[in-house]
């Protein structure tokens, strides 16, 4: 019974939410997409021509953002273990980006263009365990730092999702190591309960 309050509740306030509302009307697949655009707004994020990585992209909220300000001459590249409907502009592979297989179809994709940011809003399935659902959370952010470290040109940008708790600060720190600059942000679209941050990490050293 509680379990069904909750979920009606959550339902309530996300049919009323603004963002929710906002999406809608302007043709985001989600309210995911105002939070990157504060974020563009406030630190300059995007160009034109840039190329792009979208790391778990489904339903495709970023992904529609970065396509707008790139441009034509711009590349993104989305992946996601989930399915996401095409669009245009945007070229998706559906897999585990760790893996082999997919990286060199990446890479293929890429057409030798070197990456100027990789986005990440990944979140693994919430199993309502906080410890367990933390320590997921944080390694999905640690394997798409890794991947930003690896692949971004030197000078490149790294957005991340994180959650305040366990193992944000080591993570901070690993952040501060690998960039120039790491900013903290929390766009007002992000819910005022959820402990999710967005750290940006500018110039990769």
Do not use: C
């Amino acid at each position: 019974m509680k379990q069904a309050k909750t979920s009606n509740a959550w339902m309530k306030e996300h049919v009323n939410d603004f963002f929710v509302k906002q999406a809608k009307k302007d043709g985001y697949r989600s309210r995911a997409a105002y939070k990157l655009l504060e974020i563009h707004e406030r630190d300059k994020l995007f160009k034109p021509g840039m190329t792009v990585v979208d790391l778990g992209a489904s339903p495709g909220s970023w992904a529609q953002v970065v396509a707008n300000k790139i441009g034509l001459k711009g590349k993104i590249v989305a992946l996601d273990l989930l399915e996401m409907t095409p669009m245009t502009g945007v070229e998706f592979i559906q897999g585990d980006f760790r893996e082999d297989g997919i990286l060199n179809e990446l890479n293929i994709r890429l057409e030798n263009r070197t990456l100027d940011l990789v986005i990440s809003d990944m979140s693994p399935n919430v199993s309502g365990i906080k410890l367990s659902d933390q320590a997921r959370s944080m390694h999905l952010a640690d394997l798409a730092l890794e991947f930003s470290i690896e692949r971004l040109n030197p000078g490149g940008s790294f957005l991340v999702k994180v959650f305040q708790g366990y193992e944000f600060d080591q993570y901070l720190l690993s952040m501060r190591a690998g960039f120039d600059r790491v900013i903290i942000r929390k766009p007002k679209a992000s819910r005022d309960r959820s402990k999710e941050l967005y750290l940006l990490g500018l110039g990769k050293k």
